[in-house]
């Protein structure tokens, strides 16, 4: 083999441009490309670092006899450098060509260790970087075996000056730096796809959070617009019709029918102005957006029984118990469930029915029942939904609660007429 200090001085070279600053350049083009392109760069380098030493190495005195063949340095160090191309897929084997195409280039009085220091280095950084550990070290080992009996055969000795083992021990070190360096790139490769792995996770956990909470909120929104548009809906069409019903006899009632249509029509606009406004707090400038009013609870349930009343409806309203008003969040909760069962009492009991609502505001929960009569001719069998198929109402209803930890049941009494009946207690929060 060549004197180690020409040798050693190479593969310096060659690991310099190998270096993250060369990376960087090439970050913008895509990864096989990006690999293609540092392939050919290497084999350029390598191959006219060969070319520039040949002229002096075999001018050299003390190697006149040895590098004869300059035109076989040059074609030989051309052919090595390409074999580099194949150090991600076959690292072993491109090591164990850099020892013996050294060698054989050698006994044919060509020089090609321009090409083949460096390579041992790179193909060494190869071994560690592209094989798992086990393979990676058995490979390790193999080469450094291949490139001692290389040194050992070679034709061209170290100068007596130099101790015999020197040859060895700097090879040895040379490709075990290069190997590590090799690793240390792997697990650093193997961290950062972990961890971009990672990102991509929580990404998409966070996407799924904001998909649930918004789904959560247009839920949310679904029922208070509902029991808003249900309720008075329902309350206008009952008012329409006993209008209709009395236009001819009574003109006085049906513009007093139209009057209260207009006024449960504009507390209708309301309501849905107040809910609508709650979305656009989050993107209304400080001091702008729609003004909103304070949200119904237990208070608003006489008003709520009194318009129910000029409707028609029959509404017996009794509240009891120390525990003073709920919560704002179940006072909210409880008015809604009044309000939803009242008007499936209007929509399906119809004129003539009777309700009774009775609250207990007890100090840890309050308790709601609703009751009716069935109206004309009985609640059951004249349209409603059986229990086992509740409507968007009932459903609605019972998330409200379950959101408390309450709980709610609802069905129809023996006889005529349904019930409704729910618990939400005051120590949870929505």
């Given at each position: 083999?060549?004197?180690?200090?020409?040798?050693?001085?190479?593969?310096?070279?060659?690991?310099?441009?190998?270096?993250?600053?060369?990376?960087?350049?090439?970050?913008?083009?895509?990864?096989?490309?990006?690999?293609?392109?540092?392939?050919?760069?290497?084999?350029?380098?390598?191959?006219?670092?060969?070319?520039?030493?040949?002229?002096?190495?075999?001018?050299?005195?003390?190697?006149?006899?040895?590098?004869?063949?300059?035109?076989?340095?040059?074609?030989?160090?051309?052919?090595?450098?390409?074999?580099?191309?194949?150090?991600?897929?076959?690292?072993?084997?491109?090591?164990?060509?850099?020892?013996?195409?050294?060698?054989?280039?050698?006994?044919?009085?060509?020089?090609?260790?321009?090409?083949?220091?460096?390579?041992?280095?790179?193909?060494?950084?190869?071994?560690?970087?592209?094989?798992?550990?086990?393979?990676?070290?058995?490979?390790?080992?193999?080469?450094?075996?291949?490139?001692?009996?290389?040194?050992?055969?070679?034709?061209?000795?170290?100068?007596?000056?130099?101790?015999?083992?020197?040859?060895?021990?700097?090879?040895?070190?040379?490709?075990?730096?290069?190997?590590?360096?090799?690793?240390?790139?792997?697990?650093?490769?193997?961290?950062?796809?972990?961890?971009?792995?990672?990102?991509?996770?929580?990404?998409?956990?966070?996407?799924?959070?904001?998909?649930?909470?918004?789904?959560?909120?247009?839920?949310?929104?679904?029922?208070?617009?509902?029991?808003?548009?249900?309720?008075?809906?329902?309350?206008?069409?009952?008012?329409?019709?006993?209008?209709?019903?009395?236009?001819?006899?009574?003109?006085?009632?049906?513009?007093?029918?139209?009057?209260?249509?207009?006024?449960?029509?504009?507390?209708?606009?309301?309501?849905?102005?107040?809910?609508?406004?709650?979305?656009?707090?989050?993107?209304?400038?400080?001091?702008?957006?729609?003004?909103?009013?304070?949200?119904?609870?237990?208070?608003?349930?006489?008003?709520?029984?009194a318009h129910l009343r000029e409707a028609g409806l029959d509404v017996d309203l009794e509240v009891r118990g120390e525990g003073g008003d709920p919560p704002p969040a179940q006072g909210l909760t409880l008015y809604r469930v009044v309000q939803e069962s009242l008007t499936n009492v209007l929509k399906h009991a119809g004129e003539g029915a009777r309700a009774r609502v009775v609250v207990d505001l007890g100090a840890d929960a309050v308790t709601v029942e609703v009751t009716d009569d069935g109206g004309r001719g009985?609640?059951?069998?004249?349209?409603?939904?059986?229990?086992?198929?509740?409507?968007?109402?009932?459903?609605?209803?019972?998330?409200?609660?379950?959101?408390?930890?309450?709980?709610?049941?609802?069905?129809?009494?023996?006889?005529?007429?349904?019930?409704?009946?729910?618990?939400?207690?005051?120590?949870?929060?929505?």
């Amino acid at each position: 083999m060549s004197p180690s200090p020409s040798r050693t001085g190479s593969e310096s070279g060659a690991a310099g441009g190998r270096g993250s600053p060369a990376r960087r350049v090439l970050a913008w083009l895509p990864a096989r490309r990006r690999d293609r392109v540092t392939d050919a760069l290497l084999v350029l380098l390598l191959a006219g670092l060969n070319a520039a030493l040949v002229p002096t190495w075999s001018r050299a005195s003390e190697f006149d006899a040895s590098f004869t063949w300059p035109l076989g340095g040059y074609l030989a160090g051309c052919l090595l450098a390409a074999v580099m191309v194949a150090r991600r897929r076959l690292p072993l084997t491109v090591l164990v060509c850099m020892s013996l195409g050294g060698v054989l280039a050698e006994a044919s009085g060509a020089f090609v260790w321009g090409v083949a220091g460096p390579g041992i280095a790179v193909a060494s950084y190869a071994v560690g970087r592209h094989l798992p550990l086990a393979r990676s070290l058995g490979s390790l080992g193999v080469g450094a075996a291949v490139d001692a009996a290389a040194t050992l055969a070679s034709p061209v000795q170290p100068s007596a000056d130099i101790p015999g083992a020197t040859p060895y021990v700097l090879t040895l070190v040379w490709m075990g730096g290069a190997w590590w360096v090799g690793r240390l790139v792997r697990m650093r490769t193997y961290d950062t796809a972990e961890l971009r792995e990672r990102a991509r996770r929580l990404e998409r956990a966070r996407d799924a959070h904001v998909r649930a909470v918004l789904a959560e909120e247009r839920s949310r929104i679904a029922r208070e617009l509902h029991d808003v548009v249900a309720h008075h809906v329902s309350v206008m069409t009952v008012q329409a019709t006993a209008g209709r019903r009395v236009i001819h006899r009574s003109p006085e009632a049906a513009e007093q029918a139209l009057t209260d249509i207009e006024e449960t029509g504009r507390q209708a606009l309301a309501e849905m102005r107040r809910v609508v406004g709650v979305l656009r707090m989050a993107e209304a400038p400080e001091g702008g957006g729609a003004e909103r009013g304070p949200q119904p609870g237990a208070s608003d349930l006489g008003a709520l029984a009194a318009h129910l009343r000029e409707a028609g409806l029959d509404v017996d309203l009794e509240v009891r118990g120390e525990g003073g008003d709920p919560p704002p969040a179940q006072g909210l909760t409880l008015y809604r469930v009044v309000q939803e069962s009242l008007t499936n009492v209007l929509k399906h009991a119809g004129e003539g029915a009777r309700a009774r609502v009775v609250v207990d505001l007890g100090a840890d929960a309050v308790t709601v029942e609703v009751t009716d009569d069935g109206g004309r001719g009985g609640r059951v069998g004249s349209g409603a939904r059986p229990p086992e198929e509740p409507g968007h109402g009932l459903l609605g209803m019972r998330e409200r609660v379950s959101l408390f930890g309450g709980r709610l049941e609802s069905g129809p009494i023996e006889g005529a007429g349904f019930r409704v009946r729910a618990e939400i207690p005051h120590n949870r929060t929505s």
